[in-house]
Each structure stands twice: as C-alpha cells, then as structure tokens.
C-alpha cells in the first residue's frame, strides 16, 4: 500500500494492511479458527468463534483465493466507489481484490493495464485492485472522500451458506467470460450440461433401438429335440434269404 493511513479513514487504512486467514490465537484448538471477518467498527479482523462481542457491529466477510484476498462487489460497493475496478466471477458471486498481487517486472502486456501497477486488464477497466484505486485516485486527486459511501449496516451472510473460502478447482474469470472453471477455453458450464444432456439422450437413444431390435426379431422355430427317454432302439438289419 503506497497511500499513507493518515489520508484513509481507520477502517480502510486497517482493511488493505490486514492479514487474513491467519489462526486465531483464542480459539487455536477450534476447527474453522482462521480470521476471515473483518469489523469496520473495530477495525480488526477476528474468526468465526468471535463473533458474539461484533454481532451489532458492520461485518465484511473476507475471501481468500489462491493466497490472495478477495471481497463480494457488492459489498465494496457499499463502502467504496468500485467503478472500473475490474470483478470477476467465482461461486456465482462477482469479487474484487482488495490489494494488487505481485507480478514480475516483465509482466506488463501490450494492451489495457492498470494504472498503478500495469497489470493486464480487461477494457474499460482502469484498476486491478480496490488498493490500486485508492492509490491512484489519492496521487491524482488529493484525497478520497467523494468516493467512500455512507454504510450504517453490514451483517454476515448466513452460516452454512458460504465459508469464505473458493474451491481450489475452480478460477477466478473476468466477468462476462465463458472460459470453463479451469481457464483453459472452451464451452462454458452451460455448454457442459448441454454434452452432458445430448450425450445421455445419446445413451437413451442406443438403448431403445437395442430393445426394438430384440423385440421385432423374427422368431425362428424351435430345434425340436428327441427327449432322451424316447430314444430310438438299435436298428436290427433285414434277414438274410
């Protein structure tokens, strides 16, 4: 964070310097003890078993994707003004990073790319992160405040409906994307339950001619058999004259 905490409310200063995820000391022998909620009143962050002390308080649920921070957009949206953040979409949710991630020297591509830290971007987008924002809108501005949004309430989600954690299988994509979850191109999910619908229609379909081509085959008269109790006696040759 380049920005100096004195040109940041508490809250903001706090939030883009926090470490999440981290075990908490109190509750280290609890499962699910890592710190991923954050107090805009306190400004700390605490884990899950803390909760009771913050219950009134405004709460930012954290997310965490391969080592990186993340938050809902929609919740940014109602403390900071996110346009021309870039989002992506992930469990059926749109994020943004709360700090830009580190990149080699080299990184920088040809086309749009982050005005603080020349990271690759989508067009129109203009930031990477809500920190490369902040930082921009400062150095360029003077100051923040026309951009911070009135928020008296924030509550958790529901417990059980989101751990705060994405699936290692799936990755982050630019919202509006139709790559598949695992970034290499192709069809998106709906294209995938489309295959997997023709290709059960398919197996439906190979199964019922099977079944017609057994009904309507011509049935052939039966070998008739000579039960063995009925077997014909040994031939006895015609006299000799």
Known sequence: MIVPSNLLPSWLAVLLTEKFFNACIIHEEEKKNEKNIYCLDCCISFCPHCFTPHQSHRLLKIRRYVYHDVIKLDDASKLIDCALVQSYTSNSAKVVFLNQRPQTKNSR????????????????????????????????????????????????????????LMTPDSVLEPAGSVRTSSGSGGYSELGCMSLACTATTEIVRKKRSSLLRVACRPVSSPVSEIPAGRRKGTPHRAPLH
């Open 109 to 164: 591509g040809s086309g749009n790319v982050c005005s603080t830290c020349d990271r690759s971007l989508q067009d129109p987008y203009l930031y990477c992160s809500l920190s490369c924002k902040i930082d921009h809108v400062v150095r360029t501005e003077g100051g923040l405040s026309k951009y911070l949004r009135e928020c008296n309430f924030m509550a958790l989600p529901d417990p059980g409906l989101d751990d705060g």
